[in-house]
């Protein structure tokens, strides 16, 4: 006899009990195994200052989805968990809780007792948010787990720096770098937040050399790096400048000579169409300052200050020091006007201060080399095969866009805490890079001199995690993990960072390992709030996963996010969305409740088998039409789910298993079969089939929902595992984690039988609907006739199919002829091919009310449409609004035009009736 299940489905009692379980066990654990094709997954790693968001939650439902899929397939699965040492975000953090705790900066604290405290922080604080990933479910092999600075990782990192050194791939320059002055470090482009900052344009007068009462106006939203112009650019097309170009301008306040240059990126719409130059301070001049030869000059000072180029302004902040020179040209004349301006000002996200483009000595690796092989990774050969697939393909556009275009990356970072740069330099400079910190009195190996010092600065954080394919599997060792589980196979990743991380980790695994690193990148959607804006901290509209957790379950929200991410859509999410997956997760524990709670004699039946006869039932042997019926759904849900996680459609998996079960399982399988439980209808041998079938389905629902609800479903097929073990004469396996994938039969598919069965309900769904439509009291027992078109249509409805109909649709009778005569007083619904059903109605509605009832529908209907289409010619309306918004009001007018249409047959139906 099964264990009784509780009646309510409570989440919170179980999420912990079966994850420490599949734990315990070593349930997750990748063992290498010969006999195995391995399927390996490297998470992306979460930064270790990070905190579950609803991006994560999303991202690793799917990789679990995956590869919990994987492993009930027979796959050697490695899932391999991590966390990144995030260099700025960590620092920021610690020197935060300095400051609050001990009233001291990490300067004055020193090099070496800054990082120790970034350690004990780290030790503390680093795995909450891996601890949140179990919470999750996450079938990670948690005895794998890397960190980006951990032994085996760093001696990677080395390796790869001096291997680019000695290659000439890596190099100090002195280029146009991202500037952080209150962090005081180059930043890389993922780092940066561009935000709308309302501000203002200022047209500045640039006199004319030797015509001091001439002027070529110039607007700009930066002032104050006016001290590093060296050009003032114009269109060459453009016809108002045509007669300066080459002549020369005096910068104002400084008093130095300038060119106005032609230059084709110059905006002819722009302000005045001149332009400034500022070469060491905008990349867009720098580009143009390269071009033209211009000098370059660098105004600031790395904390934000004016240099000795400002003058009079020297060491005034930048802010601070725009205000007080715009004053100052105003009063001699030189500013023209003022405008309001709004631009977007790219920010630092770590400081939140505005990022400045700034000339910096700086490391950087060459980048068009190491290109090449991952451009072709995902270019499609003569056959149209790719190494590298991207789902959707369309994100491989951005991919292949940056890297067609890409420049040298500057990997070097003015902090403490990270990959410090494997460099050393004697007395004169010189540098080496090596793999091992050298050791005390170790000479240059060019100059044979004492090396002095390491290179202060760290590397790019994203200089170890593109490495993070293999070196967490043991590179540059050539371990047996890296052997077999190399290269990997499925990476899921948000959009935002295809060319920083993504196409990073192809370069980097073609140049030290010769091959790509995996061979799908999926792109996952965009979680937006309510409204279709980004969540964000700022603007407080994020949701929390483990408040949700709390509220819904965890299966609940990992059933909901696939089921609203459609390929190539964002998500737009609230709270009450989770109730979907929620509502599904009840009506599987109720149906598998019911299900199981009619299984207390299956044991004994069994038991007075033959041997042959529990073979028969084992193999699956079906007599019934309803069990023909949903052995028949279950192959096809099979087929369907299999594929689509094949193809990574995790939507549309959600989505068939959904249905499959709601639909085809609980609303019409269960409800047909009760009869054959409850009241012994066609014998004991009939009961005992519809059990077997039973456990045989039920037993298939939770093995492919496993993948996306796991809880909920181990919780149910440990109950159901004793009435496996008594129909299959066998030890089920330990967990649903190490289960069998179901596998789909083409003679287990019962298409006759289906067809059979969806005419039945194709009959019952009208009647319904015709009692719906008339509110007919759902006990208010009526009569029904089936006219068919043909004799095959009629054996399609035997007696048995006929008495469900009836059960199901509570009618008193069903007659079912070749070209039945419709009765006087009755409601129709055509089937199609010349089928229909019809309701005698005769003395069960008061025919004038439901003429009043239809008619106003009908003119509430109208009321609706109208409005509807009033808003949708308002042009104003249809162009300003939101275009989501609008096609939404015309999706509704059509829905309601349809629904029109019904309630005006009804009210000609029924007033046809009245007039018998």
Known sequence: M????????????????????????????????????????????????????????????????????????????????????????????????????????????????????????????????????????????????????DEGLTRAVRESFVKLWHKGLVYRGYRMINWDCKLQTAISDDEIETTETRGHLWYIRYPIKDQPEKFVVVATTRPETMFGDTAVAVNPDDERFSNLVGKHLILPIVGREIPVIADDSVNPEFGTGAVKVTPGHDF????????????????????????????KYQGIERLKARKQLVEELDGIGLIERVEDYTN??????????????????????????????????????????????????RWEKVYLSWLENVRDWCISRQLWWGHRIPVWYDADGNAVALKEDPAE????????????????????????????????????????????????????????????WVARMVMASHEFMDEKPFSTVYIHATVLDASGQRMSKTKGNGIDPLVMFEQWGVDAVRLTLPLLTSEGQDIKLSESKFEMGRNFCNKLWNASRFAISNLDDFEEAIGKLSETERAGLNEGQVVE??????????????????????????????QAMYHFVWDDFCDWYLEVVKPRLYDGKGGERSKLRAQTTLVRVLDGILKMLHPIIPFVTEEIWQTLRPMLAVLRGDTPELSLVIAQWPKASKDRLFEPEQKRFAFMQDVTRAVRNIRAEHSLDPKTPIEGVLSVSDKATLDLLGEAERDTVCKLAGLSSLTVAVGAKKPEASATVVLGNGNEVFVNLEGLIDYAMELLRLEANQAKLTEGINKLKRKLENLNYVERAPKDVVQRDRDRVSELVTELERIEKHIEEVKAMAKR
């Open 441 to 500: 009195g170790a000479l240059h190996p060019d100059s044979g001199k004492p090396l002095v010092r390491q290179d202060d600065d760290v590397l790019d954080t994203w200089a170890s995690s593109w490495l993070w394919p293999f070196s967490t599997l043991g590179w540059p060792e050539k371990t047996a993990d890296l052997g077999y589980f190399y290269p990997t196979h499925f990476l899921s990743t948000a959009r935002d960072i295809i060319y920083l």
């Open 2 to 149: 099964p264990a009784e299940m509780p009646p309510r489905f409570q989440p919170g009692t179980i999420e912990t009990k079966w994850y420490e379980f599949w734990t315990d066990h070593e349930l997750f654990k990748a063992v290498r195994d010969i006999r195995k094709k391995p399927f390996s997954i490297m998470i992306p790693p979460p930064n270790v200052t990070g905190v579950l968001h609803m991006g994560h939650a999303l991202n690793n439902t799917l990789q679990d989805i995956v590869a919990r899929f994987k492993r009930m397939q027979g796959f050697c699965v490695l899932w391999l968990p991590g966390t990144d040492h995030a260099g700025i975000a960590t620092q920021a953090v610690v020197e935060k809780k300095l400051l609050a705790e001990q009233k001291v900066t990490r300067n004055e604290l020193g090099r070496e007792k800054f990082l120790e405290e970034v350690w004990k922080w780290k030790d503390e604080y680093g795995n909450r948010i891996l601890n949140q990933l179990k919470k999750l479910g996450a079938s990670c092999d948690w005895s794998r787990t890397r960190f980006t600075m």
């Open 284 to 311: 867009n001049d720098y580009e143009r300052g390269q071009r033209h030869n211009l000098p370059m000059i660098n105004v600031l000072n790395k904390d934000g200050t004016l240099n000795e180029q400002g003058g």
């Open 344 to 393: 977007n000002v790219p920010h630092s996200d770590r400081s939140k201060t505005p990022v400045e483009p700034l000339l910096s000595e700086q490391w950087f690796v060459k980048m068009k080399e190491l290109a090449q092989p991952a451009i072709a990774d995902v270019k499609p050969d003569e056959e149209g095969k790719r190494e590298i697939t991207f789902v959707p393909e």
């Open 625 to 654: 039409l309803e069990d023909c019926f949903i052995e028949g759904r279950f192959t096809n849900a099979v087929v369907d789910v299999t594929d689509a996680l094949e193809r990574y459609k995790f939507n549309e998996a959600a």
